[in-house]
C-alpha cells in the first residue's frame, strides 16, 4: 500500500505539475486535433466507435501509441470488430482465439503466441486486468479487440515477443441510443445484457453510457458452472473543443461453482487394462470428458471493482496531450479438489489434494505521453514520447490438505461427496500470506518519419525500471533495469500497400517467484526480425496482412527435468528459437458478404538446452505448427435480413510440458455455422459450435492431464437496437 500512496503522489506530479510529459495512451485510437478558421483548437471525434468496415477494423491505437492508419503501421495488428463478436455471440476471450493467427489457448484465459506463453492483457494499452489470477475475461462493454503481433517491449515493457492482446471498451457517444439482448443455449445457459448512451445536457457537454451484462450456465464437466455480472457506468465531460475528460467504473463479480476445473487425465497411447472411450488419433482421455475430480462444494469466486479515467487535450494542431489511470482492487477466492497422479490396477483411480486459497490484488497504474506532429529538413515527424507506470500488491494465502489425507476418486464411476473437505472445514487460520509488490516505471521515446510518400522509418527506444519487494512471510526484495530498442523501415508501394521490415529487442528479468524456488537466474532476453506486407484491397474493403519472423529468445525457465530434482526447480534454457508465417484476411468481400481468416505456421523449438536444459529440438507447449481459422457470413434477401455464417477452425498437433511430451495433443478440427433474421430492429441469432461434435484437446496441462473442448452446443439470442 506504501508503494501505491508513493505512486499516486508522482502520477498527481505529472499531470498538474510537469507538463513536459504529454500524453497519449493506448486506448481508443488518439485523437487528433485541428484548428478551425477563428483559430480555436479542438479535438477530433473518436474514431474507434465512428468508423467500421463489418469485419475490418480501421483503427488500432495498440501498435504506435498514435494515430497511425493501420495500413502504416509496420507491424501485423488485428482489429476484431463489434460485428465480429456479435456475429459470433463471444461472451468471454476464449472464443475469439480461433481468430487471432498464431495465437491459441493455453489455459484459463492464458495463450500461447508466437510460441510463447503470454498471460497479460491489456484494457485500452493500459495494465491492470483484473482476470489475471484464473479467470477468464468476458467481453461485456467491449468496442474492438486488438491483437498486436510480434515483440512490444518499447511501448508495454515487461511482455512476451509473441505479441499482446488488448481490450477497447466502448466510450459515451453524443447520440442517443442502446441495445438490449437476451440469450438461451446449451447446458442451461440464460442471460443477457443492455447498453445504453448520449448526452445528458442539450449541448452535449456531459455524455454517458451505462451498460450490464449477466450469463449463468452449466458445463459438460462434472460440478462445474459459471455465473458472471458486469456492471458499467462511464461519463465523459467535454470540458472545451480542446478538451475531454472521460471516468469510468466497472464492477465484476465471476462465480465458478467446482472450479478451479483442472484437465482430464490422458495417456498417449491406450495401455492394457486402460479404458480410453474418447480416444483420439495418438492419444485418448482415459476418462471421460465430463469428468473433475472437483466437489460440488468447490468454488472460485472474483469480485472486483475498477475504477479509471483518461484526460485529453490538444495544445495547438500539432501537440496533443492524453493522461490516463486505472485502479482495481480485487478478491478471489478458491476451494477446490486439485486432481494429481492416476494409480491402481488399472490405472483408474486419481489422487486429490485440497486447496483453500484467497488472492488480494491491488493494482494502480497510469500512463502520460505527448505526440507532436512536426516538418524538419523536408521530412515529417510525428514523435511520441511518454513514461508508464503500474504497481500491484499482492496478498496470497493458502492452506492445503496433502493428498494422503484426502479420499481418492474413480475417473470412471466418480462417486462426490466421500472427502468432506470444504473452504469451512480447512480455515485460514493462523497461515501467513505472501505479501508482495511489483512495481514497473518506463520511460520511451519514439519518431516516425516519412521521407516523402513513399518510404517510412520508425525508431524508440526505452529505459524500464523493475522492483519487487516481498513483506511477508520473509523480507527481500529485487530490482533491475534494463534498456531496449525497436526499429523498422516501411515502403509504400502503393497508397493502399505498405511493404516493411522491422528489428526488435525485448528484456524480461527475474522475479521473487523464481527466485524462491533454486534461482536467481539471469533475464530473459529476445530478438525478433519481421518482414511483411499489408495491402488494402477491393476498394479498401477487405485488409490482407502477410509477415514472416523470426525470434530468438534466451533464459526462457523451464521446469527442470534434471531426474530428482524437485518439482518446483526451474531451469534456464539456453536458447528458443521462434520461426513462422501469417496471413489475414479481415472485411468484406462484397456488401453483403463479410469474412475473417487466418493462417499461421510456428516451429517453436530449443536451439540450445543451457546448462540445465531439455534437449535441443524439443517443443513448446500449446504451439502447434499449422493454424487455420475462416469464420465468413453472406446476408440475403432484400435490405440484408437473412444472413448465414460459417467458421472451421483447425489447430495442429501440440507438444506438452518439457519432461512430459509423452502426452501430446491431436491435431483437431471445428465446424460452426450461424442463421440471422433482422425484422425492423429487431435482430435474432441460432449458432451452433462443433457442428460435428468432437470430442478434442484445448489444450494441455503437463502430467495432470488435457482441457477438453466442448461438445456440439447452441446459443439463440434475440437484440432490440435503439
Known amino acids: 500500500m506504501q508503494s501505491v500512496v508513493k505512486s499516486s503522489l508522482r502520477l498527481g506530479a505529472l499531470l498538474f505539475v510537469t507538463p513536459l510529459l504529454w500524453a497519449q495512451t493506448a486506448q481508443t485510437p488518439s485523437n487528433s486535433s485541428s484548428t478551425t478558421d477563428d483559430g480555436v483548437v479542438r479535438l477530433d471525434d473518436f474514431k474507434v466507435t465512428d468508423q467500421r468496415d463489418a469485419y475490418k477494423g480501421n483503427t488500432s491505437i495498440t501498435g504506435m501509441k498514435t494515430d497511425t492508419p493501420l495500413i502504416d503501421v509496420p507491424a501485423p495488428i488485428q482489429v476484431i470488430t463489434k460485428e465480429l463478436i456479435e456475429d459470433v455471440g463471444a461472451l468471454d476471450i476464449t472464443d475469439l482465439y480461433q481468430f487471432m493467427g498464431s495465437v491459441t489457448e493455453f489455459s484459463y484465459g492464458g495463450v500461447s503466441a508466437r510460441g510463447f506463453r503470454q498471460e497479460q492483457t491489456r484494457y485500452n494499452g493500459i495494465a491492470g486486468s483484473p482476470f489475471n489470477d484464473f479467470g477468464i475475461l468476458t467481453l461485456n462493454n467491449v468496442e474492438q479487440v486488438e491483437v498486436l503481433k510480434g515483440p512490444v517491449g518499447l511501448l508495454y515493457g515487461d511482455n512476451e515477443p509473441g505479441g499482446l492482446i488488448n481490450i477497447v471498451t466502448a466510450k459515451p457517444k453524443a447520440k442517443f441510443g442502446g441495445s438490449v439482448n437476451a440469450r438461451v443455449g446449451s447446458y442451461d445457459l440464460r442471460g443477457g445484457s443492455f447498453s445504453v448512451t448520449g448526452p445528458i445536457d442539450q449541448k452535449k457537454r456531459f455524455l454517458y453510457l451505462v451498460s450490464a451484462s449477466y450469463n449463468e450456465k452449466e458445463s459438460f464437466r462434472n460440478n462445474y458452472g459459471q455465473e458472471a455480472l458486469n456492471l458499467v457506468g462511464s461519463l465523459t465531460w467535454v470540458i472545451s473543443e ?50 473433475s475430480p472437483t466437489e460440488p462444494t468447490d468454488f472460485q469466486n472474483l469480485f472486483t471493482t475498477i475504477y479509471s479515467a483518461r484526460l485529453d487535450h490538444a495544445f495547438s494542431s500539432n501537440l496533443r496531450l492524453n493522461a490516463f489511470v486505472r485502479w482495481y482492487e480485487s478478491e478471489s477466492e478458491q476451494a477446490y479438489h486439485e486432481g494429481n497422479l492416476m494409480v491402481g490396477p488399472a490405472f483408474v483411480e486419481q489422487l486429490r489434494e485440497f486447496r483453500h486459497q484467497l488472492r488480494l490484488n491491488d493494482e494502480l497504474a497510469w500512463a502520460a505521453n505527448v505526440i507532436g506532429d512536426y516538418e524538419i529538413a523536408k521530412t515529417t515527424h510525428k514523435i511520441l514520447a511518454g513514461v508508464d507506470y503500474s504497481s500491484v500488491n499482492r496478498v496470497f494465502y493458502s492452506v492445503a490438505v496433502a493428498q494422503a489425507s484426502v479420499a481418492r476418486i474413480n475417473v470412471l464411476n466418480p462417486v462426490y461427496g466421500v472427502s468432506g473437505l470444504t473452504d469451512d472445514s480447512v ?28 518510404w517510412r522509418l520508425v525508431l524508440g527506444a526505452r529505459y524500464e525500471d523493475f522492483e519487487d519487494t516481498r513483506f511477508r512471510p520473509t523480507t527481500d526484495s529485487f530490482s533491475d533495469s534494463v534498456f531496449t530498442y525497436r526499429g523498422a523501415v516501411g515502403y509504400k508501394i502503393q497508397p493502399n500497400a505498405l511493404a516493411y521490415y522491422s528489428y526488435a529487442m525485448g528484456l524480461k528479468p527475474q522475479t521473487l517467484g523464481s ?53 518446483n526447480w526451474l531451469a534456464p534454457i539456453g536458447e528458443v528459437t521462434s520461426r513462422g508465417f501469417e496471413f489475414d484476411a479481415s472485411g468484406q468481400l462484397t456488401k453483403s458478404w463479410n469474412l475473417s481468416a487466418n493462417y499461421a505456421y510456428n516451429d517453436t523449438k530449443v536451439t540450445d538446452a543451457g546448462t540445465f536444459g531439455t534437449a535441443v529440438g524439443s517443443r513448446f507447449p500449446n504451439a502447434p505448427r499449422h493454424k487455420f481459422g475462416v469464420w465468413t457470413r453472406h446476408n440475403f434477401l432484400k435490405d440484408d435480413k437473412l444472413g448465414v455464417a460459417v467458421g472451421v477452425n483447425y489447430v495442429g498437433a501440440r507438444e506438452n510440458f518439457t519432461g512430459v511430451q509423452d502426452f501430446p495433443a ?15 430492429q429487431v435482430r435474432f441469432a441460432l449458432k451452433c459450435e462443433n457442428i460435428a461434435d468432437k470430442v478434442y484437446s484445448r489444450s494441455v496441462l503437463g502430467g495432470e492431464g488435457h482441457f477438453p473442448g466442448t461438445p456440439r452446443n447452441y446459443t439463440f439470442t434475440t437484440s432490440y437496437s435503439f
Open 427 to 454: 480455515p485460514f487460520g493462523a497461515a501467513v500470506p505472501n505479501d508482495t509488490d511489483k512495481i514497473r516505471t518506463g520511460y520511451y521515446v519514439q519518431d516516425q518519419i516519412s521521407f516523402g510518400e513513399k
Open 515 to 567: 527466485e524462491d524456488q533454486n534461482g536467481p537466474f539471469p533475464p530473459q532476453e529476445s530478438l525478433s526480425h519481421e518482414a511483411g506486407v499489408k495491402w488494402d484491397i477491393l476498394q479498401n474493403r477487405l485488409s490482407l496482412t502477410a509477415s514472416i519472423y523470426d525470434i530468438t529468445k534466451t533464459n526462457i525457465l523451464e521446469r527442470d527435468p534434471t531426474p530428482g530434482a524437485p518439482t
Open 242 to 291: 480542446a478538451t475531454r475528460l472521460n471516468v469510468e467504473v466497472e464492477d465484476v463479480t465471476n462465480k465458478q461453482p467446482g472450479a478451479r476445473i483442472r484437465g482430464v487425465p490422458f495417456l498417449a497411447f491406450s495401455a492394457p487394462g486402460v479404458l480410453a472411450p474418447t480416444g483420439t488419433k495418438g492419444g485418448s482421455f482415459i476418462a471421460p470428458i465430463s469428468h
Open 666 to 680: 491431436a491435431s483437431y478440427t471445428i465446424y460452426n455455422a450461424a442463421l440471422y433474421y433482422r425484422w425492423n
